[in-house]
């Protein structure tokens, strides 16, 4: 059960046999990638204890301030999963998105007769009856949006003689209502996708619930027999054995990529493609 932060904090000085059982800056690292809670949380508002002396686990209650100045209680579990769909800054506080949001009033419905209790998910039709692993050209992928994201596939598309084109993989087990993933770049001779994750402009992205589904298409990628790499920027974590953590993409942060894809499938055969 969830406790005050203040009751919390002298349990763990007595189970730890110290006045600081959490130094400060102990977690930055993890709490770094949520700016939007950085902002929020304000120490003297919870015993004077930093957010960086609390793990993310920790089943406490702290108080938290919007940037529009509404109060609210959550665990720190509870205020990093918030980000879901919605792409809005009021993601980050449960009083803004209710007010982002405010309930239809809808006409009373007549009582069903019968339902089911869950309905059988519908796989989208239109993608290809290709050999899993295949890569292809989907009508179901969305464009990409990011400037950073085309700088980096044309700089590396210039350095590797790899085909260009594709941006789906065939999968054998369905990706939300598919039967392929859409990575930021294929390089399809290699094998390996390339992913290029950052915090977003309101630091939704990449975090909280997209983290795990960002971790379900990299078991599903594998699952295919594509390996992943991702770049990770704006102090996000890394997601798997392969994943890069960048401040910015540069010539350097393209040499690091590089030689990542020499050790995932061997200099000989990533050195035949580099230009």
């Given at each position: ?155 590396l598309f210039g350095r590797l003689a790899v085909t260009p084109g594709y941006n789906a993989v065939r999968t054998s087990r369905p990706f939300f209502e598919h039967l392929e993933v859409w990575p930021d770049i294929l390089l399809p001779e290699l094998r390996i996708a390339i992913e290029y994750d950052s915090t977003g402009r309101h630091g939704l992205e990449h975090v909280g619930k997209r983290e795990a589904a960002d971790r379900r298409k990299d078991r599903v990628l594998r699952a295919a027999h594509w390996e992943v790499v991702r770049i990770r920027t704006g ?41």
């Amino acid at each position: 059960m969830a406790e005050r932060i203040e009751d919390w904090w002298r349990r763990r000085q007595f189970s730890r046999g110290t006045d600081v059982p959490y130094p400060v800056g102990t977690y930055r690292e993890v709490w770094a990638p949520y700016p939007a809670l950085i902002r929020q949380y304000y120490p003297d508002r919870n015993a004077g204890i930093m957010l960086t002396q609390i793990p993310p686990a920790a089943d406490v209650l702290l108080l938290w301030t919007c940037d529009a100045g509404h109060v609210f209680v959550a665990t720190p579990s509870e205020q990093r999963m918030r980000p879901g769909r919605e792409r809005r800054r009021s993601a980050w506080c449960p009083d803004c998105a209710a007010l982002a949001q405010p309930p239809r009033i809808r006409r009373p419905e007549p009582a069903p007769v019968s339902r089911p209790t869950k309905p059988t998910p519908v796989l989208c039709r239109k993608t290809p009856n290709l050999p899993v692993g295949e890569p292809f050209v989907s009508v179901c992928a969305p464009k990409p949006a990011s400037a950073v994201e085309a700088q980096l596939r044309a700089d590396l598309f210039g350095r590797l003689a790899v085909t260009p084109g594709y941006n789906a993989v065939r999968t054998s087990r369905p990706f939300f209502e598919h039967l392929e993933v859409w990575p930021d770049i294929l390089l399809p001779e290699l094998r390996i996708a390339i992913e290029y994750d950052s915090t977003g402009r309101h630091g939704l992205e990449h975090v909280g619930k997209r983290e795990a589904a960002d971790r379900r298409k990299d078991r599903v990628l594998r699952a295919a027999h594509w390996e992943v790499v991702r770049i990770r920027t704006g102090k996000l974590e890394k997601l798997g054995p392969h994943d890069l953590q960048l401040s910015s993409m540069n010539a350097r942060g393209l040499d690091r990529l590089i030689d990542e894809l020499r050790a995932i499938r061997g200099s000989v055969l990533v050195d035949a493609y580099v230009n």
